[in-house]
């Protein structure tokens, strides 16, 4: 599968941007499709994820309800809903795709060996 990610721009504090993931490729709903961030001088870190199939959706501690992820299998597209954006949100966003991903490593990057090019959020205060 290979992934596209897009959505990203600047955005005051306060505000909200949607990111999204699309797909290219057979059995879309057989991956489970997560959002990771890298701030600069940081280590990438988990956002979200969406499970394949059935769609459950994993959020990593810092998003406190701020986050939404959903998936739409017939278009092959997965969307994050950010809200209440903060400065400390500034990052490039990665989505990453891993076909049938253990529910125990949707936050853990090495287990996704599909990954999308990263879009730059950037969030002014």
């Known amino acids: 599968v290979q992934l596209q990610a897009s959505g990203g721009g600047p955005v005051q504090a306060g505000g909200s941007r949607r990111l999204t993931c699309s797909a290219s490729?057979?059995?879309?709903?057989?991956?489970?499709v997560a959002w990771f961030r890298q701030a600069p001088g940081k280590e990438r870190e988990f956002v979200s994820a969406?499970?394949?199939?059935?769609?459950?959706?994993y959020y990593g501690d810092f998003v406190q309800g701020r986050f939404t992820v959903s998936r739409d299998n017939d278009k092959k597209t997965v969307n994050l809903q950010m809200n209440n954006l903060q400065p400390e949100d500034t990052a490039v966003y990665y989505c990453?795709?891993?076909?049938?991903?253990?529910?125990?490593?949707?936050?853990?990057?090495?287990?996704?060996?599909?990954w999308g090019q990263g879009t730059q959020v950037t969030v002014s205060s």
């Open positions: 990453a795709a891993a076909s049938f991903l253990h529910n125990s490593y949707y936050g853990t990057e090495r287990y996704y060996n599909f």
């Open positions: 490729g057979r059995f879309f709903i057989n991956y489970t």
């Open positions: 969406v499970k394949y199939g059935v769609g459950t959706t």
